[in-house]
């Protein structure tokens, strides 16, 4: 059983069209990061969100946690194709030492 | 260029040969972990070093051993591999000791086929 559950896991869109990925949890998390990770390479770290409630924005990219710190999403305003990839949401477990990850969104965006 | 860097992208072993996966960071990191990714699985951590000579095992530690002699390299060693640890591994490091907190620097992965 996954700590984060990621929702959808798979999602198809139209170049221009926006979507957003959830990530939810039952448990409280003292921060939640998001990875992006394309074909043949390792997560890059998007953002980190620390403060419930806060939002981040990175160019067509809005990041959300929760106001419970219990849950978060990733919307992306006129999704382009190099917007295509794995979409990972993590957060550290109760000590800090380890990082659980979701089981990831793909996201392929068409042209 | 600050990277984590991985050795060998790519690798076919047959069950039983011992291998070793280096993993060198250039960014004076203290904290370094591994993982391995399998589809439907996600990510799942296999052992992780708060410091030089300090590992604990993570969620799959089973067949694999680490060790943290020197502060940028942490090889990740299978003394005995069988088809099951068939997957991509990953290395990753975090400036502090509480590295879950500050986020990762993945390197590119290792893929590891055992026949």
């Known amino acids: 059983t996954q700590l984060l559950e990621q929702s959808p896991q798979f999602l198809s869109i139209q170049e221009g069209e926006n979507l957003t990925v959830y990530c939810n949890s039952s448990?409280?998390?003292?921060?939640l990061q998001w990875y992006r990770q394309e074909p043949g390479e390792g997560p890059v770290l998007l953002v980190t969100?620390?403060?419930?409630?806060e939002v981040k924005k990175l160019k067509r990219l809005t990041f959300q946690f929760g106001d419970a710190r219990k849950d978060s999403s990733l919307h992306i305003t006129a999704a382009q194709p190099g917007d295509t990839g794995l979409y990972l949401c993590a957060g550290p477990t109760s000590h800090d030492y380890k990082l659980s990850f979701g089981a990831g969104t793909t996201v392929t965006v068409r042209a | 260029e600050a990277q984590v860097t991985q050795n060998p992208r790519y690798l076919i072993t047959v069950t039983g040969k011992k291998l070793t996966v280096t993993c060198s960071q250039n960014?004076?990191?203290?904290?370094m972990s591994w993982y391995r990714q399998d589809p439907g699985l996600g990510l799942r951590q296999i052992y992780y070093?708060?410091?030089?000579?300090?590992?604990d095992k993570g969620d799959v530690p089973e067949g694999y051993k680490v060790s943290r002699k020197e502060k940028r390299n942490f090889p990740l060693i299978l003394e005995s591999p069988s088809p099951n640890q068939t997957s991509l591994y990953f290395c990753?490091?975090?400036?502090?000791?509480?590295?879950?907190?500050?986020?990762?620097?993945f390197g590119s992965g290792t893929r590891l086929t055992v026949v």
């Open positions: 969100v620390v403060t419930g409630g």
């Open positions: 990753a490091s975090s400036p502090r000791p509480e590295g879950a907190v500050y986020g990762y620097t």
């Open positions: 448990s409280v998390f003292s921060s």
């Open positions: 070093s708060m410091n030089v000579e300090v590992t």
């Open positions: 960014m004076n990191h203290e904290y």
